[in-house]
């Protein structure tokens, strides 16, 4: 579909405006502010970086978004890196409706009771689940938010080709990811816990213990020692492992195949419950607690030290290095132990950190993060359909298909065999060959201010010599630059 024009929009609000009154019109107005601020692709001139290194705009545009937007660089060097970090974390208070407005029309996603999700094609949903994420991390002001929404989605990784999951997992992306992204992680793992499409991928609708000699089922409970909370490493047996399963016995989810009213709902079954007393990681759970078990646990290990440490650890691979340093993550998790688990004031001492200031272009972006930023750098329209998503597919990494429960990776060298497909994106991209995606091709460099100009804001920095010669013989500068080692890092 073709961009509306200017004239149409102004033509559209003032009709909404006739028809809803003053307080329509002020509602449209604020929608179609993006795109009327400046040209009807809402590209207006802007200032690049001109610093020979990644200065704090950049590094902050780098680490806490999915790459900077035409202009950003300007607007945080204006506010103030740290400014942009207190308001990053606090996306309540950025207005994000338009990026809310373009969300509102994939209606599968806020389907409402979830048994409405059965009425869909499951390809349908898992494309409006993709479009929805994409769209987000391209356009959304809260781009922390976006990120969290990106790390927490792989840390509680639901494959949803199994079971009533095809129709369950957009309500997972909303009322567990979504709603507690910047949180409280005991909240997040209770939500996550008792997830319906959770309960299916892991099992945990089949724990049950409705007979002395039945065993309960491992699956969750491991996984949630392993990949949620405490790690591989820290410190549980599998002695443990039994006592959670023991103790989360009974949950489970209505099937689609087993009822006709309520699909998806969770309910508790004391009968199915094994309720007699066990012993967590050295503590002892009383008998008698029937559903409370399960606030037990996540007590338990919600605020274990091995799990503070976890956690820690893996923010820190996400925000600072893939070898995270011990010295940052030690701060870290001593925030996340004295704060309980609350993911602002723990995601403010890491952005506090010495560390965290040092390590700049020392990462390598992931296929999706490179895909977003690439869209976002060059203010990019796309209505992130098929075409865009086969790209995704062929750098592996599709969101909502990672086939087992610890997620896509984060470090660099699971992802290095994928880079001859960012060279065809950045081709295709820059060929225009994306249907449904483009760019002002013509506009780009005359609005930051020449090709040089261009260049800095694609690499957060001044481009040096090497890189400007490279470019200009290149005979396609711009897909050489999206392709290059320094757009690849942040």
């Not at 790459?67 to 060097?77: C, D, F, L, N, V």
């Not at 299916?200 to 491991?222: C, F, I, M, Q, S």
């Not at 290149?474 to 690849?488: D, K, R, V, Y």
Request: aromatic share 8%.
């Amino acid at each position: 579909m073709n961009p509306l024009s200017r004239r149409s929009l102004l033509h559209a609000a003032t009709v909404g405006g006739a028809v809803a009154g003053i307080g329509g019109f002020s509602a449209l107005s604020r929608f179609f502010a993006p795109l009327l601020a400046g040209d009807a692709d809402g590209l207006a001139p802007f200032q690049a970086p001109s610093a020979d290194e990644i200065d704090d705009a950049s590094h902050v545009l780098n680490r806490l978004t999915f790459g900077p937007r035409p202009g950003q660089h300007a607007e945080i060097s204006t506010l103030g890196a740290r400014e942009f970090i207190k308001r990053q974390l606090d996306p309540a208070s950025l207005d994000d409706h338009w990026t809310d407005a373009q969300s509102a029309r994939f209606e599968a996603l806020h389907a409402w009771p979830l048994g409405e999700l059965l009425e869909y094609n499951s390809r349908e949903l898992l494309d409006q689940l993709t479009r929805d994420k994409i769209l987000h991390a391209v356009h959304s002001k809260r781009q922390l938010k976006e990120v969290m929404v990106d790390f927490w989605s792989d840390h509680f990784n639901i494959d949803p080709s199994k079971g009533d999951s095809k129709w369950l997992k957009p309500a997972d992306d909303r009322e567990v990811i979504r709603a507690h992204a910047l949180g409280s992680f005991p909240a997040l793992l209770k939500a996550s816990a008792l997830s319906p499409s959770m309960l299916w991928y892991l099992d945990g609708r089949v724990n049950r213990h409705a007979k002395a000699t039945e065993r309960p089922n491992e699956n969750y409970g491991r996984e949630l020692l392993e990949l949620h909370t405490l790690g591989v490493h820290g410190g549980y047996t599998q002695q443990d492992v039994m006592e959670i399963a023991r103790c989360l016995t009974g949950w489970t989810v209505r099937e689609r195949a087993k009822s006709r009213f309520a699909v998806g709902k969770v309910e508790f079954r004391p009968d199915l419950h094994d309720d007699g007393p066990k012993i967590l990681l050295g503590v002892t759970i009383p008998a008698g607690l029937g559903a409370a078990d399960l606030d037990r646990v996540i007590d338990i290990v919600a605020h274990h030290p091995s799990t503070a440490h976890f956690i820690a650890e893996k923010l820190c691979r996400r925000f600072i290095a893939d070898n995270p340093p011990a010295s940052a993550v030690g701060v870290v998790a001593s925030e996340f132990l004295s704060s309980r688990g609350e993911l602002r004031p723990t995601l403010t001492k890491l952005f506090e950190t010495p560390e965290f200031w040092a390590s700049r272009g020392g990462k390598i972006k992931r296929p999706f993060h490179f895909v977003v930023s690439t869209l976002r750098a060059t203010s990019a329209r796309t209505n992130a359909g098929r075409a865009l998503q086969n790209h995704l597919l062929r750098l592996g990494h599709a969101p909502f298909q990672y086939p087992t429960p610890d997620g896509y990776p984060e470090e660099a060298q699971p992802w290095m065999a994928t880079l001859l497909w960012r060279w065809k994106f950045a081709l295709d991209f820059t060929n225009r060959a994306i249907e449904g995606t483009s760019f002002p091709a013509d506009k780009l460099a005359r609005s930051a201010g020449g090709e040089s100009a261009l260049a800095a804001h694609l690499l957060g920095r001044a481009p040096t010599d090497l890189e400007k010669s490279a470019a200009a013989s290149s005979g396609a500068p711009l897909a050489l630059l999206l392709a290059s080692p320094a757009f690849q890092s942040f």
